[in-house]
């Protein structure tokens, strides 16, 4: 069984800074790739930013320059900084992680629940 644990939604406004942590939890064996999510309103759930093995990302357009997303192996944790926030970036935004569960040992993709990131005056 693995959990993903998110943290670090809120409300910030324009122009300010925002910083999400995930942490994988379980009986896992090893990680491939860690990755963000998000899902605006009436709007398709789309990848914002993933780390992969070993140490490779890779960055919406949208959030090139602005996001910075990073991984601490031993602690099973993702985590994203979020710059120069725009209403636009207004989402729930998910965490994902694509990992072996020592008990089973084939790959799967998990889910973290989402936390609300809204930017706004």
């Known amino acids: 069984q693995v959990q993903l644990v998110e943290s670090g939604g809120g409300l910030v406004q324009p122009g300010g800074s925002l910083t999400l942590s995930c942490a994988a939890s379980g009986t896992i064996s090893s990680i491939n790739a860690m990755a963000w999510y998000r899902q605006a309103p009436g709007k398709q759930r789309e990848l914002v930013a993933s780390?992969?093995?070993?140490?490779?990302?890779n960055y919406a357009d949208s959030v090139k320059g602005r996001f910075t997303i990073s991984r601490d192996n031993a602690k099973n944790t993702v985590y994203l900084q979020m710059n120069s926030l725009r209403p636009a970036d207004t989402a729930v935004y998910y965490c994902?992680?694509?990992?072996?569960?020592?008990?089973?040992?084939?790959?799967?993709?998990?889910w973290g629940q989402g936390t609300q990131v809204t930017v706004s005056s």
């Open positions: 994902n992680a694509n990992l072996r569960d020592f008990r089973t040992m084939s790959a799967q993709t998990y």
């Open positions: 780390a992969m093995s070993p140490g490779r990302t």
